[in-house]
């Protein structure tokens, strides 16, 4: 009988430790999350405010030459608030922006084009789902240097002008009988894509087999290009003319000039939607990068304004804080 009784005491022992040890492996597999301490507070527009100063990681962003200055002046006022990481942002193009996005090697992928649905695709079989938010507009800017005697085109004339014209007289019998010579972003940009999707019916060709072209994915190198040749025209991002106003003139295209009214109206014909690209993953994972792109959509017009960008139009911009919004609710 005394047998039986220990036996008893000894397999309720182990029944206890047993529930005991259960019971703290439960807990320790569900850790609470980490909290996210960087916001301060909800702005008028919905998102939290960020506090940069308790903002900690990396962030890695590449892409659009286009969207690149309005990258760097939000990365700017980023750590100018306080922000101690190191936010990299490469210029090499939408197209080279997306194919690092889609192999995993970015936080941020810049565009300024639409991402494509085999792009998406490739994206969604990589593991990575895109999520889209639109920044901003881009008056596409045809350009020629200061003190050319051409000073409007018609999007006729620019097929003309961007393939088998070679010299500027062969387009219009009054402009001079000089070559023409042709600066333009390299193909990976999604400048060089809008142009041939909205002048050459996307049909690169015509524009490739050009005389006289010099094609640089750095839009620094166009402008230095064009402003130093009277025979010269070129395209890029509507920021690059504005930063060289004094040495460029931008062409009116079939007689409209690229400005805030146009691109709102929509009547300008070169205008263009800006975006960036993450994840809900990276956003879920990576606190930084969700503190950088709410701190992004936050403060966009105000650094579009500074390039010389056009805003979106608020109901966009404001889908684009909600898609963020749906994505981060309960996480911080």
């Not at 200055?69 to 100018?80: C, K, L, N, T, Y």
């Not at 922006?97 to 810049?110: A, Q, Y």
């Amino acid at each position: 009988m005394k047998r039986l009784i220990v036996a008893l005491i000894i397999l309720a022992v182990f029944a206890n430790l047993s529930f005991a040890g259960g019971q703290s492996e439960k807990a320790g597999s569900a850790p609470a999350e980490k909290k996210i301490e960087w916001t301060a507070g909800t702005g008028s527009d919905g998102l939290p405010v960020v506090n940069p100063l308790k903002v900690s990681g990396n962030i890695i962003s590449a892409g659009s030459s286009t969207v690149f200055p309005v990258s760097e002046v939000i990365a700017q006022m980023f750590r100018d608030e306080g922000y101690k990481g190191n936010v990299t942002i490469d210029s090499i193009g939408s197209g080279a922006g997306f194919e690092r996005f889609v192999k995993g090697e970015l936080d941020i992928s810049n565009a300024s084009v639409k991402i494509s649905d085999k792009t998406v695709a490739d994206a969604k079989a990589a593991g990575r789902v895109p999520l889209e938010f639109r920044l901003g507009t881009d008056a596409l800017a045809v350009c020629v240097a200061k003190g050319s005697p051409v000073t409007k085109v018609s999007q006729a004339q620019l097929v003309k002008l961007f393939s088998t014209a070679e010299k500027w007289s062969e387009v219009d019998p009054s402009w001079p009988a000089q070559p023409i010579l042709r600066f333009i972003p390299g193909t990976d940009s999604g400048t060089f894509s809008y142009f041939v999707e909205h002048i050459f019916k996307k049909k690169k060709e015509p524009l490739l087999a050009a005389k006289n072209l010099q094609l640089s994915e750095d839009d620094h190198v166009l402008v230095q290009g064009i402003a130093g040749s009277p025979n010269g025209i070129g395209f890029f991002g509507f920021a690059y003319y504005v930063e060289n106003k004094d040495k460029l003139q931008v062409l009116s295209v079939d007689g409209i000039e690229p400005n805030q009214e146009t691109v709102d109206k929509g009547s300008y014909p070169l205008a263009r939607p800006l975006f960036i690209y993450t994840t809900a993953k990276i956003l879920g994972e990576k606190p930084q990068v969700a503190a950088f792109v709410a701190y992004y959509l936050s403060n966009v017009n105000k650094a579009l304004k500074k390039v010389g960008y056009f805003p979106a139009p608020a109901a966009e911009l404001q889908a684009s804080k909600q898609a963020w919004l749906d994505v981060m609710k309960g996480k911080y």
